[in-house]
């Protein structure tokens, strides 16, 4: 498995600003992911950011929306854009090495309110 | 399109009592499917995971869970509950186009009576 961390692990925000969001892992990694929880929701992926290539965005999220950067194989951030209240959720990125056959494992999430 | 589907929303058990949280999927070949638990305030921990093989794995914290293909099931048990189980179990699918993206299900939040 992977050791994942967070950063910030929470942020309160106002409506109308950004946030990114660092995700970062103690080995190398081929695939990562972005999911949102809203509250009391499961998990939604935003998208996939592959190292070297345009992250792959999920039906109903956009690029200008929710940025990603991939510029190596152990770390990726995630942009929220132009903040609303809709936007307060708990963001979780993940991590698929090859090793490990198709297992996710997570970081432990980034609590996010947008007031 | 594959989905995944939980259909309890909470379930309440006493502390000692066996536990099954039950997981149903739809996908025509043999899914990889997995089962993930989120404490409170905390990510997602994987408990357990089924690729091929024996269908019935083994997972951390006692848990275990069996695939059965006829019924399109891959329910979570645990023989005697501790109240630190308490929390939210997601069952989920690795979606086999070339995303390799994760389908969840809603999840089924447990509760344990001391």
């Known amino acids: 498995s992977a050791v994942i961390s967070q950063k910030p692990s929470r942020d309160i925000c106002q409506r109308g600003t950004s946030l990114t969001i660092q995700c970062q892992v103690d080995s190398q990694v081929t695939m990562m992911f972005w999911y949102r929880q809203q509250p009391g929701q499961s998990l939604t992926l935003i998208a996939t950011a592959n190292q070297g290539s345009e992250a792959t965005y999920e039906s109903g999220f956009v690029i200008d929306k929710f940025p990603i950067s991939r510029p190596n194989l152990t770390f990726s951030t995630l942009t929220v854009s132009n903040m609303s209240p809709e936007d307060s959720s708990i963001y979780l990125c993940?991590?698929?090495?090859?090793?490990?056959?198709?297992?996710?494992?997570f970081g432990p999430g980034t609590r996010l309110l947008v007031l | 399109a594959q989905s995944v589907t939980q259909p309890d929303i909470h379930i309440t058990v006493s502390e000692g009592a066996s536990l099954e949280l039950r997981c149903n999927y739809s996908?025509?070949?043999?899914?990889?499917l997995f089962w993930y638990v989120q404490s409170p305030g905390q990510g997602l921990q994987l408990l357990l995971k089924?690729?091929?093989?024996?269908?019935l794995v083994q997972g951390i914290k006692g848990f275990e869970a069996e695939f059965k293909r006829s019924q399109s099931s891959f329910n979570l048990r645990k023989p005697s509950v501790h109240w630190s189980d308490a929390a939210e179990y997601f069952c989920a699918v690795v979606s086999m186009d070339s995303s390799y993206k994760l389908i969840f299900g809603s999840g089924t939040r447990l509760l344990v009576r001391p």
């Open positions: 996908y025509g070949a043999t899914p990889y």
């Open positions: 089924y690729f091929s093989g024996d269908t």
């Open positions: 993940s991590v698929e090495a090859r090793p490990w056959g198709e297992t996710q494992y």
